[in-house]
């Protein structure tokens, strides 16, 4: 017995030709699919509340007043360059801390440049919007009086300084 010429072969004859050349692409597919690209990330604590809690000399809700840049520059994440910012806040309930701050000054930054809002893995930085807004904050209080966040700077929307959704004041 000798072999079939390809061109004599019947169509029941190559299916199974057909069925592992299948199996054959489809596993191609999915390995190459599953090739991880580069990974690009940064590690960050990951903080409780408990943990902020403890941390934290004022742990607040309040409303921002005002909000204005300082001469502060200075760079995040080795290479981000941001501006220092001073947010007056009015306190609505004190959770921890001297029960009578009525305002507080929270010590922030944020990007110099609108163009690094896109970077991968780069700074959550507190953004305060034009509309009023309600926060709940885990704060230290700095040397000069004002608070900052217990988290430190680099992440604090993330994880100390949260925005609130609500009517509430």
Not at 63 to 68: E, H
Request: glycine fraction near 6%; hydrophobic fraction near 40%; charge should be negative.
């Amino acid at each position: 017995m000798g072999s079939i010429p390809l061109g004599q072969m019947s169509p029941l004859m190559l299916q199974p030709i057909h069925t592992d050349l299948r199996a054959r692409l489809v596993l191609l597919l999915l390995l190459t699919c599953s090739i991880p690209g580069p990974i690009v990330a940064r590690l960050t604590y990951a903080w409780t509340y408990q943990e902020m809690f403890e941390r934290a000399d004022l742990v607040v809700i309040a409303g921002v007043v005002s909000s204005k840049d300082t001469e502060e520059r200075r760079t995040l994440l080795d290479d981000i360059r941001v501006i220092g910012v001073t947010t007056e806040f009015k306190s609505y309930l004190v959770l921890k801390g001297d029960k009578n701050v009525a305002t507080f000054r929270l010590h922030h930054y944020r990007l110099q440049s609108e163009a690094d809002e896109n970077i991968v893995n780069g700074p959550d930085l507190v953004r305060i919007p034009k509309h009023p807004a309600t926060f709940l904050l885990f704060l230290s209080k700095e040397p000069d009086g004002r608070y900052a966040p217990v988290t430190g700077q680099t992440d604090p929307a993330g994880l100390s300084v949260l925005e609130l959704r609500g009517w509430a004041e």
